[in-house]
């Protein structure tokens, strides 16, 4: 029969019996509360109780049981949708709680330029108009997203981390670099952009705006040639169990719409590169006598230059970073042409049949063949025989897949052994 209010069943099991009551529970002073939505178990202040990290469902409340019967009960908890209404058994909710369950992961606005407009308004712009301004709408709200994403990475991650003692000062000022001094940049940006908004909500031209603008991202020459280092940093302290607890909480939080830290810390860089596309896009659906084509070709022009230049210097600091995790058995193996090295034209790892890897690195003037190893926490590359000088090297282009041995790196570093 169908189980109602003042009905009480048993389940049999090896230790104690669980009685479970369908009879309401009469209302107390202070009601013991279960918040889904943040995770937060509060009771009478008379009550010890040992903190829970994590609550998303009444089955996690409930010890692990190797009976059926049991099992079964907490799956069909677990499919249950808890309401703060009468038909809630054996529970009593906050009629001001959120709807029970997981909180949903917080989701960015994308709302179109042209969603802004009335019907009256839409019909006065041509479609190419509206594309134009689409395009250009899509730069401002790309603004609006990285300064919230700036701000939460000091305010979620690195403020809380420095205040719990997490990571100490100085590796966070290694991993997060001046990363909020950049948010007056692109506010500026945003202030500029908005004063060139006309009361009919359109940007007449944008070209000098941005021509004005870009030379400021000429700061983040700095930040994206750390990134390298700050990246090695953070996946050194993640081993640390605090630190990898935090992270996952954040993970497991609204706020980071299932982005990890270093995926905001990347944010920057993968806006950068994205400005000569949104320019371009803008630029597409302008009228070739509009008196902005120039201006926004010349904008192209400047950031392409920036960009050029920012990965010069990230790759300089790629190169250097390396160079400095090399370690030399013996002084010999220490070219001196190491020193002129300012460009790592490619690295990666190869192996033979056995199973041996070698990782090698192709500098601008040597080849390096290295082991990676540990030392005190620290990971480097131990050179393995003498370095090569790309002078003394004989190059031949391969088709993929193919293999040649002799001529092939496969055939040179095996000793011409088939692998």
């Known amino acids: 029969p169908p189980l109602q209010r003042g009905s009480s069943f048993t389940f049999l099991t090896p230790g104690t019996p669980w009685d479970f009551s369908l009879k309401r ?8 509360t279960v918040s889904l939505s943040s995770f937060d178990l509060k009771e009478p202040s008379n009550k010890r109780v040992r903190p829970l990290a994590k609550v998303s469902s009444l089955v996690n409340l409930i010890s692990p049981s190797k009976n059926g019967a049991v099992r079964r009960f907490g799956q069909t908890i677990q499919s249950m949708s808890l309401r703060g209404d009468a038909k809630s058994p ?8 959120k709807t029970a369950g997981p909180t949903p992961t917080k989701r960015r606005n994308s709302t179109l330029w042209s969603e802004t407009l009335d019907v009256h308004q839409k019909s006065t712009f041509s479609t190419k108009e509206i594309k134009r301004q689409e395009a250009i709408y899509e730069l401002y709200r790309g603004e609006q997203d990285l300064i919230e994403d700036l701000q939460l990475a000091r305010k979620a991650y690195h403020d809380p981390m420095l205040k719990l003692s997490i990571m100490t000062e100085e590796e966070l000022a290694h991993i997060f670099g001046d990363l909020d001094a950049y948010i007056p940049l692109h506010e500026d940006l945003l202030m500029k952009l908005t004063e060139g908004t006309g009361p009919d909500g359109t940007v007449a031209q944008i070209g000098q705006i941005v021509i004005d603008w870009l030379p400021g991202l000429n700061d983040y020459k700095v930040y994206c040639s750390n990134q390298l280092a700050a990246k090695a940093l953070l996946d050194q302290k993640k081993q640390d169990r605090r630190v990898q607890d935090f992270l996952q909480r ?7 719409r299932k982005l990890d830290l270093w995926s905001f810390l990347d944010i920057p860089r993968s806006r950068l590169v994205k400005y000569p ?4 896009e803008i630029l597409r659906h302008t009228p070739p006598d509009h008196p902005d084509v120039a201006s926004l070709e010349r904008a192209i022009t400047i950031i392409q230059e920036i960009l050029s230049d920012i990965n010069m210097r990230k790759g300089e600091s790629e190169c250097q970073y390396y160079i400095d995790k090399l370690e030399y058995l013996d002084d010999k193996q220490r070219d001196p042409l190491i020193e002129n ?19 090698v690195f192709l500098f601008s003037e040597l080849l390096v063949l290295t082991r990676p190893v540990t030392r005190n926490d620290r990971s480097c590359f131990q050179v393995y025989r003498q370095p090569i000088p790309v002078r003394d090297l004989a190059l031949e282009d391969l088709q993929d897949g193919e293999i ?6 496969r055939g040179a570093f095996t000793n011409g052994e088939k692998g």
């Open 250 to 256: 954040c993970l497991e939080s609204p706020f980071s």
């Open 90 to 97: 054996g529970m009593s909710l906050k009629a001001s709680s």
């Open 341 to 359: 090295c300012k460009t790592l034209l490619c690295h990666g790892e190869l192996r033979n049949k056995s199973g041996s890897r070698l990782h």
């Open 25 to 32: 529970k009469r209302k107390e002073k202070e009601d013991d």
């Open 277 to 280: 596309l949104l320019l371009r």
């Open 404 to 409: 040649r041995m002799g001529g092939s790196f």
